[in-house]
């Protein structure tokens, strides 16, 4: 507690140096306390801090100690779709995690948080792409295939969106339905 209204008062008077203090050391040591909740959000922006300001030859250490944290802070929040739907920062947390995954060439695990969040919001196109993107490159192209149909579902035609979707769509039905590649390269020239 004491280190948590140090951390408060760092908050009121604009120090930074003592609250990011505050923050890693309940971050370290208090675990499942009530105050772990606030100083691991004090402790992701710096990790996100760090990251953005990283040189090329210490970049990947910072993510995956940024993985570290977020990890830690959807195990808080939660990463069911239910809780991804309910709780605007467990959304927050699950994505930037997705992100650093991506980021780190994490693919399946990209694709599996990614497929909680497109579960919890189903209609929305970042997400789609974001875990169509993911699926491919993992290299898990039937998944990828239907986020890809649904995308192409919802933009414009000829739009880049749609060409975009379009083009992974028939990369994936190349890898699993070579048939239906001919047929959709057929159509799409056509267009």
């Known amino acids: 507690e004491f ?19 505050a923050a890693a050391w309940i971050a370290a040591n208090s675990a499942g306390s009530p105050y772990e909740l606030p100083a691991l959000v004090i402790v992701a922006r710096q990790a996100d801090d760090s990251v953005a300001a990283a040189t090329d030859a210490n970049r990947r250490v910072l993510q995956e100690e940024a993985v570290e944290v977020y990890t830690r802070l959807v195990a808080l929040l939660g990463d069911s779709p239910e ?16 992100h650093y995954d991506e980021l780190l060439g994490h693919w399946k695990e990209a694709a599996a948080r990614l497929d909680k969040i497109v579960a919890a919001l189903p209609s929305d196109k970042k997400y789609l792409r974001r875990a169509g993107i ?15 149909r649904k995308l192409l579902g919802g933009v414009e ?20 339905d070579r048939a239906s590649a001919v047929k959709v390269w057929k159509q799409f020239k056509l267009l």
Do not use: M
């Open 83 to 98: 809780a991804i739907a309910g709780v605007k920062n467990a959304l927050a947390v699950n994505s930037k995690l997705a």
């Open 134 to 148: 993911a699926h491919f490159q993992a290299g898990q192209f039937a998944p990828s295939l239907e986020l890809w």
């Open 3 to 21: 280190h948590y209204r140090r951390l408060q008062f760092a908050q009121k008077t604009g120090d930074k140096t003592a609250l990011n203090k």
């Open 157 to 176: 035609t000829g739009s880049d969106e749609w060409l975009e979707a379009k083009y992974h769509q028939l990369a994936c039905l190349a890898k699993t």
